[in-house]
T-cell receptor, first 114, second 112 residues
Framework: GAGVSQSPSNKVTEKGKDVELRCDPISGHTALYWYRQSLGQGLEFLIYFQGNSAPDKSGLPSDRFSAERTGGSVSTLTIQRTQQEDSAVYLC????????????FGPGTRLLVL | DQQVKQNSPSLSVQEGRISILNCDYTNSMFDYFLWYKKYPAEGPTFLISISSIKDKNEDGRFTVFLNKSAKHLSLHIVPSQPGDSAVYFCAALDSGTYKYIFGTGTRLKVLA
């Protein structure tokens, strides 16, 4: 594909429900990042995948958050038992293997938890 | 502990004038810096970068300056155009890691 795609573009859910956010990185990009941007905040690192290595999950805010990357390509970020403070824009980015490589971002998923 | 800071949340500039966006960092291990531009409802797009071995990098209307001793970088846009109106994020990387640290962004408005 031409760029990083994310789905859904918008998601409204009720507190306590689970949500899944999807990211399709640029073909050939082995590095994949998830970030969260809350209102008025910068981009908060959540998780990093690089090839077949174990992901860096150090940015996940709680154990309600998890992410997978299947076949080194598509990634899914899952938020269980959503809370209102989870409302944010969730951004995915991919790049060539890290080391001063430019990240290419998807358009984001806007999550609103009521 | 905010390692990358953009202390100006917003900036307004007249069309044709220079826009200067500032960014400060605290981690001396950062050796690569980037600026991203973000329009509403879109993801950030890469604008320009600079390695710590340089103090200036220029690309058309955009120039990034790095002052390592002050741990400060700035983005200059000249001449500013209305289409430059967006949120600008600076980001920093310790190349020994893979974790980019982003600032909170500065919203630039270029007035026609």
């Amino acid at each position: 594909g031409a760029g990083v795609s994310q789905s859904p573009s918008n998601k409204v859910t009720e507190k306590g429900k689970d949500v899944e956010l999807r990211c399709d990185p640029i073909s050939g990009h082995t590095a994949l990042y998830w970030y969260r941007q809350s209102l008025g905040q910068g981009l908060e690192f959540l998780i990093y995948f690089q090839g077949n290595s174990a992901p860096d999950k150090s940015g996940l805010p709680s154990d309600r958050f998890s992410a997978e990357r299947t076949g080194g390509s598509v990634s899914t970020l899952t938020i269980q038992r959503t809370q209102q403070e989870d409302s944010a824009v969730y951004l995915c980015a991919s790049s060539l293997p890290s080391g001063q490589e430019t990240q290419y971002f998807g358009p984001g998923t806007r999550l609103l938890v009521l | 502990d905010q390692q990358v800071k953009q202390n100006s949340p917003s900036l307004s500039v007249q069309e044709g004038r220079i826009s200067i966006l500032n960014c400060d960092y605290t981690n001396s291990m950062f050796d690569y810096f980037l600026w991203y531009k973000k329009y509403p409802a879109e993801g950030p797009t890469f604008l320009i970068s600079i390695s710590s071995i340089k103090d200036k990098n220029e690309d058309g209307r955009f120039t990034v300056f790095l002052n390592k001793s002050a741990k400060h970088l700035s983005l200059h846009i000249v001449p500013s155009q209305p289409g430059d109106s967006a949120v600008y994020f600076c980001a920093a990387l310790d190349s020994g890691t893979y974790k980019y640290i982003f600032g909170t962004g500065t919203r630039l408005k270029v007035l026609a």
